[in-house]
């Protein structure tokens, strides 16, 4: 009987790189972070962008104390300075609010946002819908009416453009 050489079984050919499961996993985490990273740089600051409500600083002065100890006689009393008043211009000359029923939700909360007001978006569409690319909504109604003062926060009501209000 004559044997035959058989040469040892090859070994199994590694999988390329796209194949194996620790390459997606790795490709996932990044896009993950990436997509995060890109949110917080580069998301939607229209509803971010909220302008600070005005701030009045009032400061008050203490009389001086006498330098030097005085008698009953020659006191005289005590004179106060001026309080000194900080206000922001916002303050001083409050603009009546714009009338933005019937525009485009993204001019108006932008024409809203530059006169200083703080602004409250809401959904008048039928079904429970959300705001999400405000430059496909139109503004039906607005709280309070144009024209009011001394008001720092606006709500508009939209709907979708192809809807009516």
Known sequence: M?????PPPADKPKKPVYRRKGFWIGVAVLAVVGSVANAVNDGDTSTD???EPA?????????AAP???????E????????????TPAAEEASEPV????????ADAMT??????????????SPG????????????????????????????????KLDESC
């Not at 701030?55 to 009389?63: E, L, M, N």
């Not at 006191?75 to 900080?86: C, I, K, L, N, T």
Request: glycine share 4%; with cysteine.
């Open 55 to 63: 701030v009045t600083v009032t400061k008050t002065a203490a009389p």
């Open 111 to 124: 024409v809203l946002h530059t006169a200083g007001f703080l602004v409250d978006e809401e959904s008048v």
């Open 75 to 86: 006191s005289s009393p005590a004179v106060e300075e001026p309080v000194e008043e900080e």
């Open 49 to 51: 962008a909220k302008p």
């Open 2 to 6: 004559s044997t035959f050489y058989t």
């Open 98 to 105: 714009p009338d933005v029923v019937g525009m485009n939700h």
């Open 67 to 73: 330098a030097t100890p005085a008698k009953e006689e």
């Open 128 to 159: 429970n819908t959300f705001i999400l690319n405000n430059s496909n909504w139109k503004v039906c109604s607005q709280s309070p009416q144009p024209g009011a003062t001394d008001v720092l926060r606006v709500t508009i009501n939209s709907v």
